[in-house]
């Protein structure tokens, strides 16, 4: 449910001269092909750095979202805008509020530890506050996995007793959440959910994609390969255990399963095809790729020696890390 005393509540704002006014200025490519990446470092708090700091969400505008747990415990959302840093309360009563993705209009996901009671899941939207998502009746241990464009969240839970796990969807809509566990699929385990509402599913025997209660099994691919995410018109999977590491696009119209033009594994993918991970170079340096065609290394801040993007806005937009700094990387 909405939590209106947390919305009219203030939000700890900590400006930065470093902030630019392109922080709210989307990528210009998403195909990065007639623009140069670009890093910026993102202002933070004393005492924030990789050690307690986590990015796990980039909107349409090129916003930044994450957590921050300076206790190791104590998770708190934290926004970064044109204004600059914002530490946002958590939910009354909440432990620690943990975010997981977000999507193109800045809402973000996470789960909700209370002192003494199951942890439950809630969203956040800027200028609106918190909702919490009912958790399916029969079951427990709920968290989040990913969010669309239209604030649909697709999650997990399992059963107390049995500690069968199942997917569940909860709707931008408010209507129940629904229990995704097709008898085909043992032990479903949720990846992703695309704007039109397709669910990726993993599984112990191959991946699934569910749409509105259809199942399509995808092409058994084998046990060490591992879906990342959906695209417009694919899904993306990593080989984790090949030699290099490589990543593929399975194209649904077509059937065919592409490899990527440079070995990598995928972190994270937006609807436009933009994908991040890193290369199989011993370094783990972060790079972006186009569909499958390899873009580029994404360059570093000074002084920095690695780094990686953990999230992709719809814009075009990266957040990560670099030499244990919070960064935004932008093509222009």
């Known amino acids: 449910m909405r939590n209106t005393a947390l919305s009219r509540r203030s939000l700890i704002a900590f400006a930065a001269a470093t902030v630019v006014s392109s922080l709210l200025a989307p990528a210009a490519s998403a195909a990065g092909t ?8 993102l202002p933070v708090q004393e005492g924030m750095g990789s050690g307690n700091l986590r990015i796990t969400g980039v909107d349409g505008q090129g916003n930044v979202s994450g957590f921050y747990a300076p206790n190791r415990t104590d998770h708190t959302l934290v926004r970064w805008t044109a204004a600059g840093l914002e530490v946002v309360p958590r939910p009354e009563g909440a432990g620690k509020f943990v975010t997981i993705a ?28 918190y909702r919490e998502l009912p958790t ?3 079951y427990d241990n709920v968290a989040a996995k990913d969010i669309n464009g239209r604030g649909d969240v697709l999650g997990r839970a399992y059963t107390p ?24 699929v043992r ?3 949720p990846v992703a959910i695309a704007d039109d509402g397709t669910v990726l599913l993993d599984s112990s025997e191959t991946p699934y994609l569910w749409r509105s209660g259809v199942l399509t099994a995808l092409p058994d691919w084998g046990y060490t390969v591992y ?9 993306i999977t990593s080989r984790l255990y090949d030699s290099p590491r490589t990543s593929w696009k399975w194209h649904e119209a077509t059937g065919v399963n592409e490899q990527f033009s440079v070995a990598g594994v995928i972190d994270a993918v937006n609807e436009d095809g933009l994908a991040v991970g890193y290369l199989p170079d011993g370094n783990y340096t972060g790079a972006v790729w186009q569909g499958t065609k390899f873009l580029t ?19 075009g937009a990266l957040g990560g890390f670099a030499g244990g700094k919070a960064v935004r990387w932008t093509c222009h």
Do not use: Y
């Open 136 to 138: 399916p009746a029969g």
């Open 34 to 41: 007639e623009c140069t990446w670009q890093v910026e470092v």
């Open 297 to 315: 290394a994404l360059p570093l801040p000074t002084g920095a020696f690695n780094g990686q993007a953990g999230a992709v806005g719809e814009g």
């Open 102 to 129: 977000g999507n193109a209009s800045g809402v973000v996901v996470g789960t909700v530890d209370r002192p003494g009671t199951s942890s439950v899941l809630m969203t956040h939207a800027p200028g609106v506050g």
């Open 161 to 184: 007793t049995t500690f069968k796990r199942v997917a569940v969807l909860w709707r931008a809509d408010g209507s129940a959440p629904e229990v995704i566990a097709p008898a085909e």
């Open 227 to 235: 879906p990342r995410g959906l695209t417009r018109d694919g899904v």
């Open 187 to 189: 032990s479903p385990d």
